[in-house]
């Protein structure tokens, strides 16, 4: 209508300005009448130049966002409007944005009620694959529940060692290594040495980094000690007492070749990335040959949104079974206290984001940098953002932020 309606004013002021100089020019010498002809041909570009910006910001729209586009990936698409979202909010966050104020953000994607309503590039690409670091060890936690679902592993409470006999004998015997099951390696809480963030771990994930056999890194950790002033496992919140982990999460892709009998990449695109019309995932393959389960697993933007809807949805993608509700539910369960701000499901982090005076409650995949996926159940909303802001300090506060003071505070 808008386009419309700017073709006839223009049309009608264009035409009655040519016509009155067309008449006026006979009066004229034929120099003069040369000279406005060329004005009646500018004044025709520019009417021209008018239509075309007034119709290209009618298509995106009154509020100037642009609409996702439909690639027939699985999404269907919707309006800010309808998804009750401000727009204007949105926009003064891609103003902060492109202003440095949270550094190198490089994609924003918003999903509300089941369908992809914002999609804003900051890096202009939206093909890339992000490597969102630790984010996607999530997705090691959906492949474990799928091969449960399946019978692939008996339950969470299965021993990981029953899994590894070609890695006997191990270094630190300990028959508490017997009992280490997969569930202590989804919730962060196995009786290894490991803590990724104390540089002096035997289990740190640098040092892994510098090994060949990773599985064997893992298997060879001692067991901890518990000095004085930390809290015992029995003494903790759920029985588990939390320390970061890769190794234990790298571990995981072991425990899913030998009991699927299938490489981890190949699994997780017949069961969990294809259904999801996934087409493509860059894993990263340790040394020996395993891939990374730790996290680094490139996705694009839009398929990491798929993943956070996926258990928005308890399960199902497009009514598809992908995994079951109970494993959903079990997943976004706290099973480990982080500290007062997070508890831990499996290798989901549990949290409450504040905007305003109202707090909402969320479960998230991250990684360093500040990338999130993040998932407020009550809102039916899903968020992904991706950075490169890789070990700077106060990332995750760029993007809480960004959460808090733009994205909820534009819910509506």
């Known amino acids: 209508m808008i386009p419309a309606l700017s073709y006839h004013i ?128 999530t997705v090691a936690g959906m492949l474990i529940g799928i091969a449960i679902d399946k019978g692939m592993i008996a339950g969470v409470n299965a021993p990981v060692m029953q899994f590894f006999a070609d890695k006997k004998p191990v270094q630190n015997p300990d028959p508490r290594k017997e009992k280490i099951t997969v569930e202590d390696f989804l919730t962060m809480s196995s009786l290894l040495e490991c803590d990724d963030n104390n540089q002096f771990s035997a289990g740190n994930e640098e040092r892994m980094y510098l090994t060949e056999d990773y599985l064997k890194f893992v298997l060879d950790l001692p067991i901890k000690g518990f000095p004085a002033w930390e809290t015992k496992p029995k003494d903790s919140p759920y029985g588990r007492s939390f320390s970061y982990c890769t190794a234990g999460v790298a571990a995981l892709g072991g425990v899913l070749e030998r009991a699927t009998k299938s490489t981890v990449p190949d699994f997780a695109m017949k069961t969990l990335f294809a259904p999801l019309k996934i087409q493509k995932a860059e894993w990263q393959i340790t040394p020996s040959g395993l891939a990374m389960t730790g996290g680094g697993l490139g996705l694009q933007s839009r398929d990491l949104l798929k993943l956070g809807q996926l258990y928005v949805n308890g399960g199902t993608w497009n009514n598809e079974r992908v995994v079951s509700e109970r494993w959903v539910k079990a997943s976004v369960q706290p099973h480990a206290k982080v500290d007062d701000d997070y508890e831990y499901g499996y290798l989901w982090w549990l949290t409450a984001v504040k905007s305003g005076d109202k707090k909402f409650a969320a479960y998230m995949m991250q ?46």
């Not at 008449?23 to 120099?31: A, T």
């Not at 998932?375 to 992904?384: D, S």
């Not at 490169?388 to 959460?403: E, P, S």
């Open 367 to 412: 990684g360093n940098g500040g990338n999130k996926v993040a998932v407020f159940p009550e809102l039916n909303m899903v968020v992904v953002i991706t950075t490169t802001n890789y070990n700077v300090r106060g990332a995750h506060d760029l993007t809480n932020r960004l959460l808090s003071e733009y994205i909820l505070a534009a819910v509506v």
């Open 10 to 137: 223009s049309m009608t002021f264009t035409s009655q300005l040519v016509v009155s100089l067309k008449g006026f020019s006979k009066l004229l010498v034929p120099e003069l009448h040369e000279g406005i002809r060329r004005l009646r041909m500018r004044l025709f570009l520019l009417y021209v130049l008018i239509v075309s910006v007034i119709s290209v910001s009618w298509a995106q729209g009154t509020n100037g966002l642009s609409a996702p586009q439909d690639k027939q990936d699985g999404w269907s698409i919707s309006s800010l409007e309808s998804a009750r979202l401000s727009a204007s909010k949105l926009q003064s966050m891609e103003s902060a944005i492109r202003s440095d104020q949270f550094k190198k953000i490089t994609s924003v994607l918003i999903a509300r009620q089941g369908k992809l309503v914002y999609e804003k590039y900051f890096d202009g690409s939206d093909a890339a694959f992000r490597n969102t670091r630790s984010a996607t060890k």
